[in-house]
């Protein structure tokens, strides 16, 4: 019996998946249902982009994860509040929450003015880095806008 047992337990181990955290600032349980429908009944111009589906919403996250680290503690702090931003501009889309979005599309403008005028002070590598993760965020949230844009 223990021997069959054993067995038994060994294949329940070795066949159960495990299946790796979901590390999205938007995952899908973040909103009920009944807060999306209760946000859409309460605004009649809201706009609808299903973010969890949007390609340029996914790469947005994997950006603001991979973001790397600078030798310049200013360059740092400032792409800080940046992926801080971008979350907030995902989750105000997400909600659709348009004076959230307007807001956070503000602030997204001021910092990216403030990163481009600290980056005079990396080094030529880091500042290749860091032009390179602009440039694919700027394109992203310029996707995202056109797309919210074309539906109204």
């Known amino acids: 019996m223990k021997p069959l047992y054993f067995g038994l337990l060994l294949l329940i181990t070795i066949s159960c998946a495990t299946e790796k955290p979901n590390v999205s600032p938007l995952s899908n349980g973040f909103y009920s249902e009944a807060k999306k429908a209760e946000a859409d009944a309460e605004s009649n111009d809201s706009f609808s982009i299903n973010i969890n589906e949007n390609i340029n919403a996914a790469e947005i996250t994997n950006l603001i994860s991979t973001f790397p680290k ?12 940046l992926k801080y931003t971008l979350q907030n501009y995902l989750y105000a889309i997400d909600a659709g929450n348009i004076s ?4 956070t599309l503000n602030s997204l403008e001021k910092s990216y003015k403030k990163i481009q005028k600290l980056r005079k002070y990396l080094n030529k590598d880091d500042n290749e880095v860091l032009n390179r993760y602009l440039v694919r965020l700027k394109t992203n949230v310029t996707f995202i806008e056109n797309s919210i844009n074309s539906k109204k």
Not at 74 to 81: L, R, Y
């Open 100 to 103: 959230g979005k307007n807001k």
């Open 70 to 81: 600078f030798k310049n503690s200013a360059v740092n702090v400032e792409v800080s509040t």
